[in-house]
């Protein structure tokens, strides 16, 4: 039944789902397909289509984002259909959910809360159709089901979930700015800890249309900008350069508003994130006046000595270190760290950053008696601070586990990286590619050690 190419988290789950849908033969099941990364959702629908024909036809529908019905939609099928019609066996895929919109914006209910109300009070309903249908939704969404339409909820024959860190939503603390806001604000205890991208990109053009000069739609821009880049650094972006070209888009409409605005602080943001977003394209030469400026602005407005000062630093000497520029970087980064030892203290787990950046200076000159102690400094901060369970934690473990290896000691260096494994296995799960980052590290230097 296995096929190669998924994850062993996702073969396991379809092969649960094979199973539950043969199982089901001519009745009515119900499974939820738990999904964010839309070309893996289309390999797992195209995968169980083919491990179960011919005995089941199957059939993709695709929900009506105004009338988003499960019954009607079915209804509509299986009066067109013979085959259906006719008692043969079948699985149908639902399909759409993730593009129903959270935000109501002009209208009395969202497109999800519609949603949810069809699931929630047609359920019987469903006893009309002999077959299995998977549901397939988001993440976000999953986590409203059971609030939401907690009968259609407790009537699914299974759910099973498709491990990816690709989201399409973003976390919801990080949009402080929507809390007050007319259009958003009824909506969003009722989101639940993410929104969708795209119910962000509504807003935005929403606000476009109804306040094209308002700080709040400056706001909106600044903060999808840094959600999308906050995206590509942490893995988690669908595409890649679709994502930083999004992100740059943004930013430069909110730091085009926000030069001419009283908030400098916001501007220095602004200038900080896009000069990101051109780095991580390589353009060097467009991200370094962009970081200098916005340090002046810090330095100017909250001072030599505060920490967004010490962080502003830290970016431009990344900038440099990337690029060679070694003796420029070097003392951005001893100024930074200075500023975070006497303003948040020495166990302060952005200390423990800093010692890190230095270090991995130090490293990548070869400078090793110096970076090893601003490692071990940086570990022992975090295990105490942080807890010796804790990704960053591991993090410490494996930049330790790096320089161990630069330095020909490999058996430090493996059991450095095994228990870096065994806390992300543990606070990530073992298909977190932090997790898969590290497990394929301790390969490659277990095989140099046996060759």
Not at 107 to 134: H, N
Not at 401 to 418: G, K, M, V
């Amino acid at each position: 039944m296995a096929e190669t190419g998924l994850l062993p988290a996702n073969q396991d789950a379809l092969d649960d789902l094979l199973v539950a849908i043969e199982a089901s033969g001519r009745r009515l099941g119900i499974f939820i397909a738990v999904c964010d990364d839309p070309q893996l959702k289309e390999d797992i629908i195209d995968r169980y289509a083919r491990e179960l024909a011919p005995e089941f036809r199957h059939y993709r529908l695709t929900l009506d984002a105004d009338e988003p019905s499960i019954k009607a939609l079915l209804t509509e099928q299986t009066n067109a259909d013979a085959y259906l019609q006719q008692g043969g066996q079948a699985v149908v895929s639902i399909l759409g959910a993730e593009r129903l919109r959270t935000l109501r914006l002009e209208a009395a209910y969202s497109q999800q809360e519609r949603f949810f109300g069809y699931l929630q009070w047609t359920r019987e309903g469903l006893q009309d159709f002999p077959f299995a249908i998977v549901l397939w939704v988001t993440y976000q969404l999953q986590e409203q089901l059971s609030r939401k339409a907690p009968d259609f909820w407790s009537w699914r024959r299974d759910v099973v979930r498709f491990v990816s860190p690709k989201r399409q939503a973003i976390p919801t603390d990080r949009l402080s700015t929507l809390r007050g806001h007319e259009l958003f604000s009824s909506t969003l205890g009722e989101v639940g800890n993410t929104l969708p991208l795209a119910d962000l990109e509504a807003l935005i053009e929403e606000t476009a249309k109804t306040s094209p000069h308002s700080n709040l739609l400056t706001s909106l821009h600044l903060q999808a900008g840094e959600a999308y880049v906050g995206r590509v650094e942490n893995g988690a972006a669908q595409d890649y350069r679709r994502e930083l070209e999004k992100a740059k888009t943004h930013l430069q409409v909110a730091n085009q508003a926000l030069k001419v605005s009283a908030d400098l602080e916001d501007c220095a943001n602004g200038l900080d994130r896009l000069a990101r977003v051109y780095e991580l394209q390589g353009r060097y030469s467009e991200a370094e006046p962009l970081y200098v400026e916005a340090l002046e602005i810090y330095r100017t407005e909250l001072g030599e000595r505060h920490p967004s000062t010490a962080s502003s630093l830290n970016n431009l000497a990344l900038l440099y270190r990337s690029q060679g520029r070694y003796s420029e970087a070097e003392p951005l980064y001893v100024e930074a760290l200075e500023i975070y030892r006497t303003e948040l203290g020495e166990r302060h787990p952005s200390t423990a950053s800093s010692l890190n950046n230095l270090a991995l200076l130090y490293r990548s000159q070869g400078r090793y008696s110096e970076a090893e102690p601003l490692y071990v400094e940086a570990l022992e901060i975090r295990k105490t601070e942080l807890g010796e369970h804790h990704p960053s934690t591991a993090a410490s473990l494996l930049n330790l586990a790096a320089l161990y290896h630069s330095t020909q000691r490999n058996h430090h260096a493996l059991d450095a990286i095994q228990q870096a494994i065994d806390i992300y296995t543990s606070a990530l799960g073992t298909e977190h590619h932090d997790t898969q980052n590290a497990l394929s590290w301790r390969k490659s230097i277990q095989d140099a050690l046996n060759g």
